[in-house]
């Protein structure tokens, strides 16, 4: 029965971790499709090595482990694949937003997108999806000050864009971005 108890308590504790795997997998992707596949990949490799998964320990820092690794290597099989890194193409399949606040998200996505993976991943590891910069570290494989160093490059250099862009003039609002607090 323990066994049984334990398996109801990490299935409701992967259902309430979807919201936040799924804005990061967008995060990192920055399409709705591929995120929910990772999303959906993750979940699947959580339930086939549950048997890893050591209980007590931080279930969301694994997910986003697994979610992240599994992302790392899908791109490293996309490399033949043709890129679209200014995103004119996925510009152009886009729906213009109809009010000036999805132009800034817009904006803030390009910007986003722009930065170096290890400093748009860092950014959202801490600044979005709320993981202490300890437990950020733990999750990239790397030191605590690596991680506050990405942070912090990764958010002077986002509002560096962010103030070059023409909705930009919302400047005053960047930051009540979590993201962008410091």
């Not at 009010?99 to 986003?112: C, G, Y």
């Not at 590891?125 to 494989?141: K, N, P, Q, T």
């Not at 609002?173 to 979590?178: E, T």
Request: aromatic share 4%; net charge negative.
């Amino acid at each position: 029965m323990a066994n049984t108890a334990h398996a109801d308590d990490m299935s409701a504790q992967l259902i309430s971790a979807l919201p936040m795997l799924r804005a990061f997998a967008r995060s990192l992707s920055g399409d709705r499709v591929r995120a929910d596949d990772l999303v959906q990949e993750t979940i699947a490799r959580a339930l086939a090595n549950k048997d890893k998964f050591t209980p007590g320990t931080n279930l969301n820092a694994w997910l986003v482990t697994i979610l992240r690794n599994h992302f790392y290597s899908e791109g490293r099989k996309r490399r033949r694949e043709v890129e679209d890194a200014d995103g004119q193409f996925a510009g152009s399949l886009a729906e213009l937003p109809g009010q000036e606040s999805h132009l800034e998200m817009a904006d803030f996505m390009r910007a986003l997108n722009t930065l170096a993976d290890e400093q748009r991943e860092a950014l959202i590891l801490v600044g979005a999806s709320g993981f202490s910069y300890e437990d950020a570290a733990e999750i990239c494989g790397v030191r605590v000050g690596t991680i506050k160093s990405r942070v912090s490059r990764a958010r002077v250099r986002l509002l560096e864009i962010l103030a070059a862009t023409p909705t930009g003039s919302a400047g005053a609002d960047l930051g009540s971005l979590p993201a962008m607090r410091g």
